[in-house]
């Protein structure tokens, strides 16, 4: 079961802010646990390097000249779980008869609350049968549910005499009705008490957590209808709708998964849209957790003359230290570079706290041999874990937020603590691209998903280039229309990651930072959808991949997903097209055949996830591949969504020409340009040899090209 409270090793200090990305004059509300005697100190550095590699770049940040009120310290709690709470119940004074199909998805050894209203609960007991709760008298079926089979679940109880009939009725053939008879006199309802859905209250709070799907409650006085709440109603909302006479609305906490197929979904229909009757369940879980809704402890208004980039709030209390990333960008409808560095929130919150199956207690001696990010997700399911997780009831997770402490997006963070290389994902992993620019006296834009997504394409007009980082996976539709106009209106795209554009996702139109995700059919997938339930709660659309949804990444990058190993990075040999007289300010200064031989992520170039060229997904015709990469480890395999067998694959080609990273460019008709590098792990190589590497070089040729700087030779 969810351990509910603080991990005492970690529970001194933590901290999350309500935004992660703000512009000059906008407020950041920072909420901070510490249950240390003494004040919090707030510091700002703005962050270069978020690598702790003593080997690399090592850490930079540089102290800006913020002064911060100290903050009192503060005990602050939380209370994961998803249940729908409804202020009141309706008026019985007759036969009183509740009724729900549920769908239970979990064994425990606790109470697991189904349906309560004025007193009276249904509820799975601690030998997971249905029960009942009148007051102080508790009866049950004795007949254990069977996990993922539906039930219709009735209490029916007569004031008139105190007999109570509980009835457990599966739809399955398989098993048979549970059916008690008994007498309760000592018993009254109470419609003023909350009416509440997959938890009951203690002292207020949700307990008891249902996990599973529930569908259809309903509440009778005399067989006349009272209450019934409709759960495929308003599916995109958190609140739930009563058709009885009260109209006792709703509402849901923790955000349980909605568009559920229901208990007589028959296949006819795959998208909840069409055929709502069939997709009236929600699926709840002990452990969902959207916001845990801390209070303020500091709110910071960003300066007007505090330029854009990557900055860190590093707070402390005694020993103790948190660190929160906050991605500035520039004052709305101004441009202050001509780079835009698209910083890719949206994957990092997906990821968020991701607790990997090969995490290794024993990677604690690199942490602090290191000094790296002490604490690892794994080790602290309670912060809530991500969407590469699954619940406690073995559904996988599909909904993300960063109004939490999310470990994984600290600086210093080793998402892979074995090898010789960095081991950095995301937010650390991209630092390598912002310390090149440093490096490099390039000045830049930050820009992330979320203005991206609100802003669209004028948000990236008039930048003469605008990069990724490493691993731009995640995007809405909004986002992927934004980046296809600002590149098909004359501007410079760089694609400098592995694995991007490639799943579909949604944003709640009400809680802001809730991020839904459908691992739909196909791909490489850290759990599958049930059949049926593929489409968006939040926006109705069809999740899964972006191919399937017919925007291959190809489409806009010129590459996409392919291949995928290890954490272990090969190199690139250059093609014959490289040769070519046209393409010779690529590889200005560069003389070597092989490419990226090195690196700080998985000692190459060309590693961990690889993207291909592929004009029958929808590569141009004029793309040119400058490199490719080879001798890729065992490890690695071709992408499922591209496997149709143990021989055969879609591209009709063997699977072993599949496992290959390409370099590519392509002018667009509109007079923009499109560089792509096709590898998760090609930013780990610009930091190289102090940044002086045929990667590096290759990047800063084209840098100068798209940005209209000198080149070299002409300096």
Same mark, same amino acid.
């Given at each position: 079961?969810?351990?509910r409270s603080?991990n005492?090793?970690?529970?001194t200090?933590s ?22 005697e ?15 590699n003593?080997d690399?770049p ?17 005990r602050q709690?939380?209370n994961?779980?998803s249940?729908?709470?409804i202020?009141?119940?309706p008026?019985?004074t007759?036969?009183l008869?509740f ?7 979990? &064994? $425990?050894?606790q @109470? !697991?609350v189904?349906f ?6 249904l509820?799975?007991?601690a ?6 709760r ?10 254990p549910?069977? $996990? ?10 007569d004031?008139?005499d105190?007999t109570l009939?509980?009835?457990? !009725? ?9 059916v008690?008879?008994?007498i ?15 938890a ?8 008891r957590h249902?996990?599973g ?9 005399d067989?006349?209808l009272?209450?019934?709440?409709d759960l495929?109603?308003? =599916?995109?909302?958190t609140t739930?709708r ?15 998964a909605?568009?559920m ?16 009757? &069939?997709?009236g369940?929600i699926?709840?879980? @002990?452990?969902?957790?959207y916001?845990?809704?801390?209070? =303020?402890?500091?709110t ?12 860190v #709030? ?5 020993d ?6 906050v991605?500035?960008?520039p004052p709305?409808?101004?441009? $202050? ?7 890719s ?12 199956l ?5 990677w604690?001696?690199?942490i602090?041999d ?11 399911p @309670?912060?809530?874990?991500?969407t ?8 996988g997770?599909?909904h ?11 600086p ?11 081991? #950095?994902?995301?937010?650390q992993?991209?630092?390598h691209?912002i310390?090149?620019l440093?490096? !490099?006296a ?5 820009? $992330?998903?979320?203005e ?10 008039g930048?003469?280039?605008?990069t990724?980082?490493s ?7 909004q986002?992927l ?9 004359g ?6 990651g592995?694995n991007?554009?490639?799943w579909r996702?949604a #944003? ?6 809730m991020?839904e995700?459908?691992?739909a ?7 599958a ?6 489409y ?7 999740g899964?991949l972006w ?6 990444p &190809?489409?806009?990058?010129?590459v ?5 190993? !290890? ?7 250059? =093609?014959?097209?490289?040769r070519?007289?046209d ?6 200064g ?15 170039a060309?590693?961990?996830e #690889? ?9 141009p *015709?004029?793309?040119?591949?400058l ?7 065992d490890?690695?395999v071709?992408v499922? *969504?591209d ?9 009709? &080609?063997p699977?072993?020409?599949l ?17 792509a590098?096709?590898?998760? =792990?090609?930013c ?8 002086d ?13 798209f940005?209209?700087?000198?080149t070299?030779?002409e300096?």
């Amino acid at each position: 079961m969810l351990d509910r409270s603080f991990n005492p090793a970690f529970s001194t200090k933590s901290a999350y802010t309500d935004r992660l990305s703000a512009r000059p004059g906008e407020d950041i509300a920072v909420k901070i646990h510490c249950d240390l005697e003494g004040e919090v100190t707030a510091r700002l550095f703005r962050s270069i390097s978020a690598d702790p590699n003593p080997d690399g770049p090592g850490m930079i940040e540089e102290a800006v000249d913020i002064s911060f009120p100290k903050i009192a310290s503060s005990r602050q709690t939380f209370n994961p779980g998803s249940w729908a709470h409804i202020p009141r119940g309706p008026v019985v004074t007759g036969r009183l008869c509740f009724s729900v199909r549920f769908w239970p998805t979990l &064994q $425990t050894e606790q @109470e !697991q609350v189904i349906f309560s209203a004025g007193g009276a609960e249904l509820f799975l007991d601690a030998n997971g049968a249905l029960a009942a709760r009148l007051g102080g008298f508790v009866h049950s079926t004795a007949k254990p549910v069977t $996990t993922h089979t539906w039930y219709v679940a009735s209490l029916i109880w007569d004031p008139a005499d105190g007999t109570l009939v509980l009835t457990q !009725q599966p739809q399955s053939s398989w098993s048979e009705t549970a059916v008690i008879t008994a007498i309760v006199s000592d018993f009254q309802y109470d419609p003023s008490a909350p009416v509440t859905l997959a938890a009951g209250l203690k002292e207020g709070n949700a307990a008891r957590h249902f996990n599973g799907k529930l569908q259809a409650p309903t509440i009778l006085d005399d067989d006349v209808l009272k209450a019934h709440w409709d759960l495929a109603r308003d =599916t995109m909302a958190t609140t739930i709708r009563d058709d009885g006479p009260e109209g006792l609305d709703g509402y849901l906490i923790n955000h349980p998964a909605r568009g559920m197929k229901g208990s007589n979904w028959d296949g006819a229909e795959m998208c909840w849209r069409h055929k709502p009757d &069939q997709y009236g369940a929600i699926h709840f879980h @002990e452990d969902d957790i959207y916001d845990f809704g801390w209070q =303020t402890s500091l709110t910071w208004t960003v300066p007007d003359d505090l330029p854009s980039g990557v900055y860190v #709030l590093r707070l402390t209390c005694g020993d103790h230290e948190d660190a929160l990333p906050v991605f500035i960008c520039p004052p709305k409808g101004q441009r $202050t570079a001509k780079l835009a560095v698209l910083v890719s929130t949206f994957t990092y919150v997906v990821y968020g706290n991701n607790a990997r199956l090969d995490y290794d207690p024993a990677w604690k001696d690199t942490i602090r041999d290191w000094g790296a990010w002490p604490h690892n997700a794994a080790e602290y399911p @309670e912060l809530g874990l991500s969407t590469y997780n699954y619940h406690s009831d073995g559904s996988g997770i599909c909904h993300a937020s960063h109004k939490r402490p999310l470990l994984t997006l600290r600086p210093g963070y080793l998402t892979y603590g074995h090898g010789t290389s960095s081991g #950095l994902r995301h937010f650390q992993a991209d630092s390598h691209l912002i310390s090149w620019l440093h490096h !490099q006296a390039i000045d830049y834009d930050i820009i $992330t998903d979320q203005e991206l997504h609100s802003e669209g394409f004028k948000v990236l007009e008039g930048y003469a280039a605008v990069t990724t980082g490493s691993h731009p996976e995640y995007h809405t539709p909004q986002t992927l229309d934004a980046l296809q106009a600002y590149r098909d209106s004359g501007g410079n795209l760089l694609y400098l990651g592995g694995n991007g554009f490639y799943w579909r996702v949604a #944003l709640h139109a009400v809680d802001d930072g809730m991020i839904e995700i459908r691992r739909a059919e196909g791909g490489i997938r850290a759990w599958a959808a049930e059949p049926g339930e593929y489409y968006n709660a939040f926006d109705g659309g069809y999740g899964g991949l972006w191919r399937r949804n017919g925007r291959p990444p &190809q489409l806009l990058a010129g590459v996409g997903f392919s291949a995928q190993g !290890q954490f272990e990075g090969s190199y690139y040999r250059r =093609t014959a097209d490289s040769r070519s007289p046209d393409l010779a300010w690529v590889f200005d200064g560069v003389d070597d055949e092989v490419l990226g031989d090195f690196g700080y992520s998985g000692n190459g170039a060309a590693g961990f996830e #690889l993207d291909r060229a592929d004009p029958r997904l929808g590569s141009p *015709e004029s793309i040119r591949v400058l490199a490719s990469s080879e001798r890729h480890g065992d490890s690695f395999v071709v992408v499922y *969504e591209d496997q149709l067998s143990h021989v055969s694959t879609w591209p009709q &080609q063997p699977p072993e020409k599949l496992l290959r990273a390409d370099m590519v460019w392509f002018a667009v008709p509109g007079g923009g340009q499109v560089f792509a590098t096709g590898s998760i =792990t090609f930013c780990g190589s610009l930091p190289w040899n102090g940044y002086d590497n045929n990667v590096s070089r290759i990047l800063s040729n084209v840098m100068d090209r798209f940005l209209g700087r000198a080149t070299k030779a002409e300096l």
